[in-house]
């Protein structure tokens, strides 16, 4: 397959403040929550700090390297990489689109890091075209229990940055 079609994208902003966040938190890591009270928000922890299940399902890494084009000094090359998690169950449901981070301001309910920046994290979605399925299908999808046997996607070769809304959730006939 020549063409990883990425699962998870983010826009300007939401690259900008994971970078932020990354600064004054170290590295990060993402999880699609499921509902209950937060509703369907992405919360944004330190790597480590949300236990992902053997279930869970890895949607991409975010590459904060390729959005700021910089690497920080003395860090893992993985360290740069903000890994988006979202639960099993979730995955069957929304397989079919990508997901795409976005900020808008307000404070979300909840332990993610940007609460604090009067910002918070929102989901948008994409559902994917005919090529897009065909080349998914054709994609492993790695789960937590892979991930902690070492297994890692490919490294993304462009920045996973869509750069506007409208780009990344058209409305049909819009």
């Known amino acids: 397959m020549d063409v990883m079609v990425p699962r998870v994208a983010a826009l300007p902003a939401a690259m900008e ?3 932020r966040l990354h600064d004054q938190h170290g590295p990060l890591m993402m999880h699609q929550s ?3 009270c937060d509703g369907s928000s992405p919360m944004c922890y330190p790597q480590g700090e949300f236990i992902v299940g053997d279930r869970e399902v890895l949607l991409g890494v975010l590459d904060l390297r390729l959005f700021t084009g910089q690497v920080r000094p003395d860090a893992p090359e993985d360290a ?5 998690w979202i639960s099993a169950q979730q995955f069957d449901a929304w397989q079919h689109t990508q997901l795409v981070l976005d900020v808008v301001p307000g404070r979300g309910a909840g332990f993610s890091l940007e609460g604090p920046e009067g910002v918070r994290f929102l989901t948008r979605s994409r559902v ?3 090529s897009e399925v065909r080349a998914l299908a054709q994609q492993p999808v790695l789960t937590g229990a892979d991930w902690d046997t070492g297994a890692r996607p490919p ?5 996973q940055v869509v750069t506007d809304v409208a780009d990344a959730c058209a409305i049909p006939g819009g």
């Open 34 to 36: 499921g509902g209950c």
């Open 80 to 84: 740069d990489g903000v890994p988006v």
């Open 17 to 19: 403040l994971l970078d």
């Open 155 to 159: 490294a993304a070769t462009r920045p």
């Open 128 to 130: 994917f075209n005919e």
